[in-house]
């Protein structure tokens, strides 16, 4: 009887190839998410399960897992993403009772792919190249270098994704050009993850792309970006590397026999005056290990038979010996187009011919999958009509939005925007000084909650005699929305979000301004919020009755 794999996160990228290449060795595929995928419809998926949001709630995600798992007699699950890794990893040891947890290092090796300082702290003592580094670990820490910066800077969160008060927070890295910048960067995360500061590295990335076993390498190739997304992401075309032409193999295979690497990884390096830099190492299957199938690098079926089979292993290390190319041809068009730059258009043109070439390979073949590939076109076109139709609706959007009565009575209200850093901390902290025998309260809807509100907020906020310096956002969901007499929404945005996921209080919610909404200041210059904030004043004073 065939074996059953749980592949945890959907993509069509790294999940659709791990499930077409174990299919084709005698697996059966499901795949879990936390959203709907066209994944589904995947000839290579025999089933697709959707749970509880992992990203808002840990523990319900967890306790639904484990029914699925119980269910459906899985032998072994294979995290895909960075988030199904943090998931994995936090539960290991409970899930272990009925099921193989593939793909989780121990806790000293995994830390390296989860803790970017780490991995650079390893990596300058293995000599590698690295970039310029600084930790900043709170606020203290960025007054005492700020001075000493140079710009730009690449500011980058320690970690990917982070589980704090039952959520899976997810963090993105940033080239930023001023002082200001970098501040407001370190002040919406810095009370949940440190913050590294680097010197950028100008180049283009390759990849050390691995299967190891206790620290040994058993198989690996490499490959370089050719088409990398304005702002960093997944490359959309790439090539194989058959020669060591940049002097990483021997470097990557001892980092990873330094931290006792087992299972698959991928280090990425960024290639700068012919030095490779070290960046990051992706503890995971990666959005290019398509390229390694179609040049013969079977990495996710050889973790399965060497790691978990028992598989005799090979008797030297394997390695790609194949030019191939392989090109994302949805992502590839995508990334031009937004990119808007005329000659991102004619470099991407010219690279069109070589479609012909037989070493060119298309991840996305339209016949490989039919109905999996149709529908994540379609997806992107609802998306994109969706957008468009819900910025119709709002503007022609009726029905009860503003409270236009004078000396309401209520004993507790609660204000919503959406991060809870500007609007809605502003109102809270006004009324409650106006009105201190009220129960106020404030939070957003954004679920990644204790930022701190920006600096133009506390500066503008100053003006009117509220202080927000000390202010932690809160999540809506944490929020008791049951209890207060009236809830006061921010904008119409928000307001929908809010029939849609809470319709049993509508009854008490309006929008604050009569006149259909205050616009969100956030990212904008210090006027804006003084504007913002004279508008918040004005319809707290005319709703309460404030002289």
């Known amino acids: 009887m065939a074996k059953r794999i749980l592949l ?39 089933a697709f399960y959707i749970l509880p949001d992992l990203k808002t709630g840990m523990h319900h995600f967890y306790e639904a897992f484990q029914k699925l798992i119980a269910a459906n007699n ?10 199904a890794v943090e998931f994995l990893f936090h539960y290991k040891d409970q899930l272990e009772k009925n099921i193989i947890v593939g793909g989780i290092n121990s806790q000293s090796a995994i830390k390296y792919s989860r803790d970017k300082y780490e991995l650079w702290k390893i990596c300058r003592e293995l000599k590698m190249h690295v970039p310029s580094t600084m930790l900043v670990s709170s606020l203290g820490d960025f007054d005492k270098i700020k001075q000493d910066l140079h710009f730009p800077v690449i500011a980058k969160p320690v970690s990917s994704k982070k589980i704090h008060e039952n959520k899976i927070y997810s963090y993105t890295v940033k080239r930023l050009k001023t002082q200001n ?6 002040r919406e995360r810095i009370t949940v993850i440190p913050i590294l500061l680097q010197e950028p590295v100008e180049g283009f990335g390759i990849g050390f792309n691995f299967l190891a076993r206790n620290g ?5 190739y490499m490959h370089e970006r050719i088409h990398e997304p304005t702002g960093g992401g ?26 006792g690497w087992h299972g698959v990884g991928m280090i990425e390096f960024k290639v700068h005056e012919g030095n490779a830099y070290i960046m990051e190492l992706n503890g995971r299957f990666w959005g290019s290990i398509e390229l390694g199938l179609f040049a013969g690098m079977e990495l996710p079926y050889w973790q399965i038979a060497y790691n978990y089979e028992n598989t ?24 031009v187009l937004k990119a808007k730059s005329i000659k991102r258009v004619g470099i991407w043109m010219k690279t069109i011919p070589g479609m012909l070439r037989k070493k060119d390979k298309i ?12 529908l994540t076109w379609t997806e992107l076109a609802g998306k994109f009509i969706g957008n468009k139709w819900s910025s119709v609706k709002r503007i022609f959007s009726s029905g009860k939005h503003a409270v236009n009565s004078q000396g309401i009575n209520l004993k507790s209200a609660i204000f919503i925007c959406e991060g809870n850093i500007c609007r809605s901390p502003f109102a809270e902290k006004y009324l409650k000084a106006a009105r201190p025998e009220l129960s106020i309260t404030s939070c957003g809807m954004q679920f990644q909650s204790s930022k701190m509100s920006p600096l133009n907020a506390v500066e503008a906020a100053r003006k009117f005699d509220v202080d927000v310096s000390l202010h932690l956002s809160r999540y809506i969901g944490d929020a008791d929305l049951n ?45 804006d919020y003084i504007q913002c904030y004279t508008k918040i004043k004005a319809n707290i004073d005319r709703v309460f009755c404030i002289e």
Request: glycine share 4%; charged share 25%; hydrophobic share 40%.
């Open 8 to 46: 945890l996160g959907a993509n069509d990228r790294a999940c659709f190839s791990v499930a077409k290449n174990l299919t084709r060795h005698g697996y059966v595929i499901g795949v879990a998410s936390w959203e709907w995928h066209p994944l589904k419809y995947s000839r290579y998926v025999q």
């Open 363 to 374: 991840e996305d073949n339209l016949f490989a999958d039919p109905v999996f590939r149709l």
């Open 483 to 527: 209890n207060p007499d009236m809830i006061f929404i921010m904008d119409k945005i928000n307001h929908q979000k809010i029939r849609r996921t809470y319709p049993q209080i509508m009854d008490k919610v309006f929008l604050l301004d009569e006149n259909g909404g205050i616009a969100d200041p956030y990212g904008k210059e210090f006027n």
């Open 181 to 186: 910048a970098v501040e407001e960067f370190i």
């Open 74 to 83: 899985y032998w072994l699950v294979l995290p895909i993403n960075d988030m």
């Open 312 to 335: 005799m292993l090979p008797s030297q290390i394997v390695s790609c010996t194949k030019e191939v190319f392989a090109r994302n041809f949805r992502n590839d068009l995508l990334n």
């Open 234 to 259: 997944e490359s959309s075309y790439r090539k194989t590397l058959i020669d060591d032409r940049y002097h990483v193999v021997e470097q990557s295979k001892e980092l990873i026999r330094k931290i």
């Open 216 to 220: 040994d390498v058993i198989a690996f």
